[in-house]
Nanobody
Framework: QVQLVESGGGLVQAGGSLRLSCAAS????????MGWFRQAPGKEREFVAT????????YYADSVKGRFTISRDNAKNTVYLQMNSLKPEDTAVYYC????????????????????WGQGTQVTVSS
């Protein structure tokens, strides 16, 4: 089973940018659809973005569309989340997740679809 480790979180002012990375090991990274989710204190984990194994499909939550970009480098076994124009409401622990997929365009968006999760990285946006 693939193992995932997130990095790149931190404290940033509103309007700033961060790039999160998620490195995968112990699996064939290119056979997984990958997703980013987040969980704020007292709230449920929510979908942020997802990408098919090929990179041919990406989907975003409405709250981040136009500000966040998900991408992947299969040669480096890494998925990224570029976050621009950050807002205080983006403050949360961000998790990456993996779902085995043989479909070129399959990019799941539900928490229950993903079987492998990282430990999370904290993102704090100050106003």
């Amino acid at each position: 089973q693939v193992q995932l480790v997130e990095s790149g979180g931190g404290l940033v002012q509103a309007g700033g940018s961060l790039r999160l990375s998620c490195a995968a090991s112990k699996g064939t990274f290119s056979s997984y659809a990958m997703g980013w989710f987040r969980q704020a204190p007292g709230k449920e984990r929510e979908f942020v973005a997802t990408i098919s194994w090929s990179g041919g499909s990406t989907y975003y939550a409405d709250s981040v569309k136009g500000r966040f970009t998900i991408s992947r480098d299969n040669a480096k076994n890494t998925v990224y989340l570029q976050m621009n124009s950050l807002k205080p409401e983006d403050t949360a622990v961000y998790y990456c997740a993996a779902k085995p997929s043989g479909s070129y365009y399959y990019a799941p968006r539900n928490t229950a679809d993903f079987g492998s999760w990282g430990q999370g990285t904290q993102v704090t946006v100050s106003s």
